[in-house]
């Protein structure tokens, strides 16, 4: 009985596994058309130019206003890793709330260590509070 417990308990956990790495899977190409020619595919940025995504402070201090500036873009002087960058990054109007969601959820899982799922509907919270 126990060996048929574990059978079923390893292939459930294999159907939870490779159907949560989906979302970044589709994140992850996502983010190599729209994000990785200047921030690159690691994170690490274009120095003096575009800030890196890698570990970045600012990111994670401003979470759900990655959510906009994927959207809107952004134009204003930041510190990232005590650097400062005001390379001007243009949005993306037409891009969908669900490429928005899976783009932020592979730059968390990725590039911040952050394993907390962020869902459409924060997506579309998050966009409601733009300041455009």
């Known amino acids: 009985m126990n060996k048929f417990l574990m059978v079923i308990y390893s292939t459930l956990l294999f159907f ?6 989906k979302g970044y899977k589709r ?5 190599e058309a729209y994000c990785s020619d200047c921030h690159m595919s690691d ?5 003096g130019l575009y800030p890196p995504i890698n570990d970045s402070d600012y990111i994670k201090k401003h979470k759900l206003d990655l959510v906009c500036i994927i959207r809107y873009g952004f134009e204003k002087d930041i510190m990232v890793k005590g650097k400062s960058y005001n390379q001007k990054m243009n949005g993306f109007p ?6 928005i969601a899976n783009i932020v959820n592979y730059i968390n899982f990725k590039f911040l260590n952050n394993k907390k799922y962020v869902n459409i509907n ?11």
């Open 94 to 99: 037409k891009i969908a709330e669900s490429d």
């Open 16 to 21: 939870i596994l490779s159907c949560s790495t």
């Open 43 to 47: 994170g690490s940025g274009l120095e």
């Open 27 to 31: 994140g992850g190409e996502l983010y």
């Open 122 to 132: 924060q997506i579309k919270e998050a966009l409601s509070k733009c300041e455009k």
